[in-house]
């Protein structure tokens, strides 16, 4: 070999030796708690989730009876129903002895929250979606005639006597005006709104490898770990063993979380 080769081969060595994270003897007492610390929490976690998959399913059909009960995706549908949500309120308003002479539907309202994320990894902070990530609401405005006690009495009753969820936001009086039969004519325009779900699902829950919380050169060396940090090490290998088992659970769980924020969202609106 000449030396110009034997130069750049030693220099190669060299380098890629010194590229090579080196082992150090032990962790620090305060690493070592740190790492066992997050690795038993990684352990249970999967080791739990496993456990209760009986009640996370029996949970989930419980929500479903719920939803059921309540008629929430009656009330609340996953499109906007618009023609079936008129004819409910020209029914109403024909039962309350008003008269509808026109409903306008508006624009909806820009987004105003982040969409919800595609993924969600295990041990950050928990997410909780947010209303606007998963409700959509119908604005829309109805030009009524009445007395303003029999309309305000008309709107106050919606909660109760429709069965899609109505609210409303403003009841103003447009100028009165009289008719051939020269009676005064009072009508007032609604401006109110339903809702409709969007076809969202929660964030699909990534569980993390036990080997990620390990230091590099933890990864680089693992049967030199494996013989100074025999415990630490079964906390690794013990989830690596389960984690396989978990992404169906942490679906049932992410649907759990999703159809819970629903019924929160429909409890406080249609509540008293």
């Known amino acids: ?4 080769k034997l130069f750049f081969y030693c220099l ?13 003897q032990s962790l620090s007492d305060t690493q070592r708690r740190s790492l066992r610390y997050h690795l038993e929490n990684l352990y249970n976690e999967f080791d739990l989730l496993i456990r209760n998959k009986k009640v996370d399913q029996a949970d989930l059909a419980k929500q479903q009876r719920t939803i059921s009960a309540l008629k929430i995706y009656e009330r609340i549908p996953f499109s906007p ?3 079936d949500l008129k004819k409910e309120l020209l029914n109403s308003a024909k039962e309350a002895k008003l008269s509808v002479s026109r409903i306008v539907i508006l624009p909806t309202p820009p987004e105003s929250h982040p969409p919800m994320p595609k993924t969600h990894r295990v041990g950050d902070h928990f997410f909780r979606p947010q209303p606007n990530q998963f409700v959509q609401e119908l604005p829309f405005q109805l030009f009524v005639q009445g007395s303003k006690e029999q309309v305000d009495a008309w709107t106050r009753s919606w909660k109760e006597d429709l069965l899609r969820l109505v609210e409303r936001e403003e009841l103003k ?5 009289r008719s051939l039969d020269r009676s005064v004519q009072v009508h007032y325009v609604i401006r109110a709104h339903a809702f409709q779900f969007k076809k969202v699902e929660f964030p699909k829950i990534i569980p993390p490898r036990a080997r990620d919380y390990l230091p590099a050169w933890a990864n680089s060396h693992p049967d030199d770990f494996s013989r100074t940090e025999p415990t630490l090490w079964s906390f690794v290998t013990r989830s690596e063993q389960l984690r396989p088992l978990t992404p169906p ?5 992410g649907r759990f979380f999703m159809e819970g924020a629903r019924i929160d969202f429909f409890l406080a609106k249609a509540g008293p």
């Open 81 to 83: 129903r618009l023609s």
């Open 173 to 177: 009086e447009l100028e009165p005006h």
């Open 249 to 253: 659970l942490y679906e049932t769980r």
């Open 12 to 24: 190669a060595t060299a380098l890629a030796f010194a590229a090579t994270p080196a082992f150090p």
């Open 1 to 4: 070999m000449s030396l110009k």
